[in-house]
């Protein structure tokens, strides 16, 4: 089992490599994990870089005092899957999220698909973008990762045909798909854009726009997956067959 992960903003430490882990972090380092002098965490930014550290002792209920003995940065993974995820219904958005971030996707996009029924728009969009962002740095941590998926803002159908442009593999889950995702030729470095489309199927016009920025239908599989676990499968199908999982 590797160490447990806590997420801080700076690696500086004093004198002999001394850090304090304190604010939420630490709290939940002292009073929930109950980790004690002698034990190993990992401190990182989320961003790639990380601290290996051995725990000294504590002060109080929020403040864990560690040792660093070393800070070093994790690559960035190649190639990158980037999942654009449509709006579920519900906390399913939260889920999808939660999960795409354990299995390792490297970027997610929310997407107002046409036939989405949840309509991100003023505060309740921003609360639900705070939302999978906030899920995303805590599957992080919990799967132990050094570097979090980013969540990007709201896109468009036009923006999400911008990006697919972009990518050196662009695929969209569909039915109507003749080929599927598990036997496509992948490439081994650059960008892998991957399109969920909402419960409702993603439209016509939208697979148009899609196809003509490169992006073709593939399937996962014989069984329909609900979208909220479409992307999360897919991801675990490129993980493993671009060998990021070996």
Not at 25 to 53: F, I, M, N, W
Not at 208 to 223: S, W
């Amino acid at each position: 089992m590797t160490a447990p992960v806590f997420v801080v903003e700076h690696f500086d430490a004093g004198g002999g490599g001394r850090y304090v882990l304190e604010g939420p972090e630490g709290r939940h380092a002292v009073s929930v994990k109950r980790l004690q002098p002698g034990e190993e965490v990992v401190l990182t930014d989320g961003a790639g870089r990380y601290a290996v550290c051995d725990v000294i002792g504590t002060e109080g209920k929020d403040r864990l005092i560690v040792h660093m003995t070393s800070v070093s940065e994790e690559p960035e993974e190649s190639p990158r899957v980037t999942v654009v995820q449509a709006l579920p219904k519900g906390d399913r958005g939260e889920l999808a999220v939660e999960t795409m971030t354990e299995t390792g996707v490297d970027a997610i996009v929310p997407w107002q698909a046409a036939r989405c029924i949840t309509q991100w728009k003023g505060d309740r969009g921003l609360k639900a973008l705070t939302k999978w962002r906030s899920t995303a740095r805590e599957a992080g941590k919990q799967s132990r990762r050094f570097r979090f998926p980013e969540v990007a803002d709201l896109a468009t159908s036009k923006q999400v045909a911008a990006l697919l442009a972009k990518a050196d593999f662009a695929a969209v889950l569909h039915e109507s798909g003749d080929e599927p995702l598990a036997t496509v030729e992948l490439p081994t470095q650059g960008d892998i854009v991957l399109v969920v489309g909402p419960e409702g199927g993603v439209s016509p016009e939208e697979l148009a726009l899609f196809e003509e920025a490169g992006a073709k239908p593939y399937v996962l599989g014989r069984t329909v997956l609900r979208t909220s676990t479409a992307g999360t499968a897919a991801t675990a199908v490129l993980l493993a067959r671009t060998g990021r999982w070996s």
